[in-house]
């Protein structure tokens, strides 16, 4: 049954339950900057817990640190630096991946940079394997693509 | 990584990539080319483009003028591939990754984006003389911002101005004076304008009915403002007193086509311009919306301290005010000037209503001193005054600021000492 969402959300917390099964406490105000999850308390109501099917354990604790700090309006670049600095490549794909799917804007802004930034002076084989891409070019094609663009591959380490 | 992990992880989404890749710069993007079919001309969607010092690693070559071939070539090759929308278009290419033999090159890519309706243009490169906008830039109506810096501007007869132009800005760029009222009245959605010491005249006119943020920068002799309702916040720096005329309509000209001023900073000589004439006790009308003051003066020159009081008197609704010491390049500074505390620093009619206050570059003298005394007298609500003083200062000054009673109970001042590093 839908219920009015309360008018004063100041010190409310909102219940998520993770993909597998974990549940963390969020403030609403919190809430409200993933419209996925705002869109859940819409149609469910905020005293249910709010089922996250695609967000699991790992990563959702990491978004929730990152929207405390922003309802204080404390995000600075030396906090954001300092947030994906541990994160290895894959990790904060992870994350990225659920900040879309939550609807996180400012979370998915910030880690998109981030992701494009750590893939400057990759190699094509790693991207490829980043995004799963499968290559579909034959050798000569490949090698012909190169050349065009060839200003593009200076200075890049490729794997062997 | 578990399986589910790994399924997760191994498609992303059409609308992700783009976002990523709008992230990457030119060079990085252009290798996703060659990742496979589908990718091969994702890069080349990408609707804001920046050609700058990134696309040419200094590491890769040490001659200039490869540098310089490969720049073209890149800037050539993108703009040729490009399909889609193109939205921005930035070349920042500093002294030298272009030259004079370029120039051609250039109107060719002018030309060619033209045909492309882009909204965005910054030609931020410096060639040996400005560069020549070419005609047909004028006509490329798509235009919501352009940022041109060193260049020359000379539209065609027919040009009526850029109809959806929201943002300029023109810096070290030659132009006549009627060239540049054209283009600021015939863009009548003009919402922001920054000039920085523009070449060819002097008289800056700025007719602009949706205009809300002005900067003027440079040694221009006059400046006024006609029809600018909505002007909010004003920026003037006026680098040179050697240009000024002594006007006594230059006050009154400039506040009386500014009645919802919030923000105004008026920067190195501009105060004696708009000052030229005998100091009122207060303007005519006052400038009920202005909440932010920042002021150069030199508080040796008694005239411009009462040009300050004349301008604070005037804001009612003043909240945040900074003002800076400009030193002078004569050596009057050092002979202090005597005056009687009530002459200058007469009590307000009204006692300000000031919240912030910063007060910079200044070396302790008597002048600068009971400036600050006056303020924390008359600043009832006032919460925080930043002192930050010029090198080389003794902490006499500090002593004296804790020594001056303020009126406001909550007053906190801070002096900050500058880092000799």
Known sequence: MAQEASSSTSSKTISLKTGDGEIFEIEASAAKQMKTVQRLIDDLGDDITIPLHNVFSKELPKIIEYYKKDITGEITKDFEAEFVKDLNDDEVKVLFLAANYLDANKLFEFLSQNIADRLESKSVEYVRKYFGVENDFTPEEESKLREERAWSFRGIKEDE | ?421
């Open chain 2, 1 to 421: 990584m578990t399986d589910m992990e790994s399924d997760r992880i191994s498609c992303l989404p059409d609308h992700i990539i783009d976002q990523i890749l709008s992230h990457l710069p030119i060079k990085e993007a252009g290798r996703t080319s060659v990742l496979s079919h589908i990718w091969r001309n994702k890069w080349s969607t990408q609707p804001d483009l920046v050609f700058d010092r990134q696309c040419v690693p200094a590491a890769t070559s040490k001659d200039p003028s490869v540098s310089k071939i490969k720049f073209l070539r890149i800037i050539d090759d993108v703009l040729l591939l490009h399909s889609g929308p193109i939205n921005k278009v930035k070349i920042s290419a500093g002294y030298d990754l272009i030259d004079m033999n370029s120039v051609a090159d250039i109107d060719r890519w002018i030309l060619h984006l033209t045909k492309r309706s882009f909204k965005k243009l910054v030609l931020d490169f410096w060639l040996d003389e400005p560069y020549k906008i070419p005609c047909y830039l004028f006509s490329c109506q798509s235009l919501h911002r352009l940022e041109l810096y060193w260049c020359s501007l000379k539209p065609p007869t027919t040009f009526e101005g850029f109809r959806n132009l929201k943002s300029l800005h023109l810096e070290q760029v030659t132009m006549t004076q009627d060239a540049f009222e054209k283009l600021i009245s015939g863009s009548p959605l003009l919402e922001k304008l920054k000039v920085a010491y523009l070449y060819g005249f002097t008289q800056i006119n700025i007719h602009a009915p949706n205009i809300k943020c002005v900067q003027i920068i440079g040694k221009f002799e006059g400046i006024s403002f006609d029809n600018t309702p909505q002007l909010a916040k004003v920026l003037v720096e006026q680098t040179s007193q050697s240009r000024l005329h002594g006007c006594s309509s230059n006050l009154v000209n400039f506040f009386d086509h500014l009645p919802n001023i919030q923000v105004l900073l008026i920067h190195s000589y501009f105060i004696k311009y708009l000052f030229a004439d005998v100091v009122p006790v207060k303007l005519p009308t006052p400038c009920i919306n202005l909440t932010t003051l920042q002021i150069s003066i030199n508080f040796n020159n008694l005239k411009e301290i009462s040009a300050v009081l004349c301008l604070l008197n005037s804001s009612p609704n003043l909240q945040r005010f900074g003002i800076y010491a400009r030193l002078e390049e004569h050596a009057d500074h050092l002979s202090p000037v005597s005056y009687c505390w009530e002459d200058i620093f007469s009590e307000p009619v009204m006692p300000f209503k000031l919240q912030r206050v910063k007060i910079e570059d200044i070396s302790g003298t008597k002048c600068e001193l009971d400036f600050i005394r006056f303020i924390l007298l008359y600043s009832p609500v006032l919460e925080k005054m930043t002192v930050k003083p010029v090198l080389n200062v003794t902490s006499k000054l500090m002593t004296e600021l804790i020594r001056f009673r303020r009126v406001s109970g909550q007053v906190e001042v801070i002096y900050h000492v500058k880092d000799s590093s």
